[in-house]
């Protein structure tokens, strides 16, 4: 049980290293955060992440094909493969002003608590354990992966989980991500397709052309037609006309516009119901435009690019993973809550591998420039506690 291990000796000697080791867990989230990490572009963080995890001490400690940094700790039995991830990337371009800046206990910075903070938190997890003594009879494998934010559609845990040298081989996955909300347990997985759509057309001057169909025209109809598209509440599905662009000058019918959007779902089923009601309402957009005006010199045409592709699922919430978290929250002072999200766990938990998400604790303004985390002291090590005795537990902790 979670409590057992909580209250092990051996664990209050852990947390006591991770108290000592405060400062240094803070100097290294700033010197990783001010490491530009935008996603496709990780290499250079990733590289200053392994050598980290090679100074830790971890065995087989590797980049793999897709950039995904990770090293192994080895357990005592012939258990399972646990893994506890916390990914490279974020959402900010390169260029970027990614200096920290320290007021009181806060830190701000671009991508410091999605998801910098928590890589430095697996570090000092790493290193409280070696300082205790723990042992578990799983291994357990340290992952800095890529490919988690926007575009990166979690291909680095994809390729983790399919490709890569421990594929077939992990039994449980934990994510340490930005705040969620302490006791928040992300266990299902909210599906996303993702397109660029791009309407094509003769093209021509605006007024002496004045009458032939229009690539614009197809793009608004599409867009109006998604806007009235009707979807639940539960199980909780979205969509999003989210950037549009093309044409060439304010005095010409465009020869080429493009939309993309995103559409999501907490359902398989429910994803592939509006995609395959999207994908009508485009074609009759299409459709409706060669109708209204002339195709004397061509006709608009749709041409469909995926750009997103990520699962929905869940895992039973009565699962052991589900429960040592839940148990750990519960013993923390948290009010444990099962929700789905986009994480990295989405990827093990399409599989039909336990797989979660965990908060690494307080901050706020995810994804914008004024991102910041907390880092009091007690309060740090408090909550700190959620991701690392769930990984404890999971990974079987000899007490």
Same mark, same amino acid.
């Given at each position: 049980?979670?409590?057992?291990?909580?209250?092990?000796?051996?664990?209050?000697?852990?947390?006591?290293?991770?108290?000592?080791?405060?400062?240094?867990?803070?100097?290294?989230?700033?010197?990783?955060?001010?490491?530009?990490?935008?996603?496709?572009?990780?290499?250079?963080?990733?590289?200053?992440?392994?050598?980290?995890?090679?100074?830790?001490?971890?065995?087989?400690?590797?980049?793999?094909?897709?950039?995904?940094?990770?090293?192994?700790?080895?357990?005592?039995?012939?258990?399972?493969?646990?893994?506890?991830?916390?990914?490279?990337?974020?959402?900010?371009?390169?260029?970027?002003?990614?200096?920290?800046?320290?007021?009181?206990?806060?830190?701000?910075?671009?991508?410091?608590?999605?998801?910098?903070?928590?890589?430095?938190?697996?570090?000092?997890?790493?290193?409280?354990?070696?300082?205790?003594?723990?042992?578990?009879?799983?291994?357990?494998?340290?992952?800095?992966?890529?490919?988690?934010?926007?575009?990166?559609?979690?291909?680095?845990?994809?390729?983790?989980?399919?490709?890569?040298?421990?594929?077939?081989?992990?039994?449980?996955?934990?994510?340490?991500?930005?705040?969620?909300?302490?006791?928040?347990?992300?266990?299902?997985?909210?599906?996303?397709?993702?397109?660029?759509?791009?309407?094509?057309? /003769?093209? &021509?001057?605006?007024?002496?052309?004045?009458? %032939? #169909?229009?690539?614009?025209? $197809?793009? @608004?109809? *599409?867009?109006?037609?998604?806007?009235?598209?009707?979807?639940?509440?539960?199980?909780?599905?979205?969509?999003?006309?989210?950037?549009?662009?093309?044409?060439?000058?304010?005095?010409?019918?465009?020869?080429?516009?493009?939309?993309?959007?995103?559409?999501?779902?907490?359902?398989?089923?429910?994803?592939?119901?509006?995609?395959?009601?999207?994908?009508?309402?485009?074609?009759?957009?299409?459709?409706?435009?060669?109708?209204?005006?002339?195709?004397?010199?061509?006709?608009?045409?749709?041409?469909?690019?995926?750009?997103?592709?990520? /699962?929905? &699922?869940?895992?039973?919430?009565?699962?052991? %993973? #589900?429960?040592?978290?839940? $148990?750990? @929250?519960? *013993?923390?002072?948290?009010?444990?809550?099962?929700?789905?999200?986009?994480?990295?766990?989405?990827?093990?938990?399409?599989?039909?591998?336990?797989?979660?998400?965990?908060?690494?604790?307080?901050?706020?303004?995810?994804?914008?420039?004024?991102?910041?985390?907390?880092?009091?002291?007690?309060?740090?090590?408090?909550?700190?506690?959620?991701?690392?005795?769930?990984?404890?537990?999971?990974?079987?902790?000899?007490?």
């Amino acid at each position: 049980m979670v409590e057992t291990v909580m209250k092990s000796a051996a664990y209050g000697e852990a947390l006591r290293h991770l108290a000592a080791g405060h400062e240094r867990f803070v100097e290294e989230t700033i010197r990783l955060t001010e490491i530009p990490a935008p996603f496709f572009c990780e290499e250079e963080r990733g590289r200053a992440y392994l050598e980290m995890l090679r100074e830790a001490g971890l065995e087989e400690c590797e980049m793999d094909a897709e950039g995904n940094v990770m090293g192994l700790r080895r357990g005592t039995g012939n258990g399972s493969l646990i893994v506890l991830a916390a990914h490279l990337d974020t959402v900010f371009p390169p260029g970027t002003d990614l200096k920290v800046r320290r007021e009181g206990t806060r830190l701000y910075a671009p991508g410091i608590g999605d998801d910098t903070r928590s890589l430095a938190m697996n570090l000092a997890f790493l290193r409280a354990m070696d300082a205790a003594g723990i042992r578990t009879r799983h291994d357990i494998l340290f992952v800095g992966n890529v490919g988690e934010e926007g575009l990166g559609d979690l291909r680095g845990i994809r390729f983790l989980f399919t490709k890569g040298r421990y594929a077939g081989r992990i039994g449980a996955f934990i994510s340490v991500e930005g705040p969620m909300g302490m006791g928040t347990i992300v266990s299902g997985a909210t599906g996303s397709l993702r397109y660029r759509v791009t309407f094509r057309g /003769p093209g &021509g001057h605006s007024f002496m052309d004045f009458g %032939l #169909v229009s690539p614009s025209f $197809a793009l @608004a109809e *599409a867009i109006a037609g998604l806007s009235r598209m009707e979807v639940p509440r539960e199980p909780r599905t979205t969509f999003s006309a989210s950037v549009i662009g093309g044409g060439t000058s304010v005095n010409s019918i465009p020869n080429e516009v493009w939309l993309e959007v995103d559409l999501r779902s907490d359902s398989a089923q429910e994803l592939a119901r509006i995609d395959h009601a999207f994908k009508g309402i485009v074609a009759r957009a299409v459709e409706a435009e060669n109708a209204a005006r002339s195709t004397a010199k061509g006709a608009v045409t749709a041409e469909w690019k995926k750009i997103g592709d990520r /699962p929905a &699922g869940a895992i039973d919430r009565a699962s052991e %993973l #589900v429960a040592n978290a839940a $148990a750990a @929250a519960r *013993a923390l002072g948290f009010t444990p809550k099962t929700v789905a999200s986009s994480t990295d766990a989405s990827i093990p938990i399409s599989l039909g591998i336990p797989g979660i998400a965990l908060s690494a604790g307080a901050g706020a303004g995810a994804h914008s420039l004024d991102e910041w985390v907390d880092v009091e002291p007690e309060r740090t090590l408090h909550d700190m506690q959620l991701a690392f005795a769930t990984l404890l537990q999971t990974a079987g902790m000899e007490v």
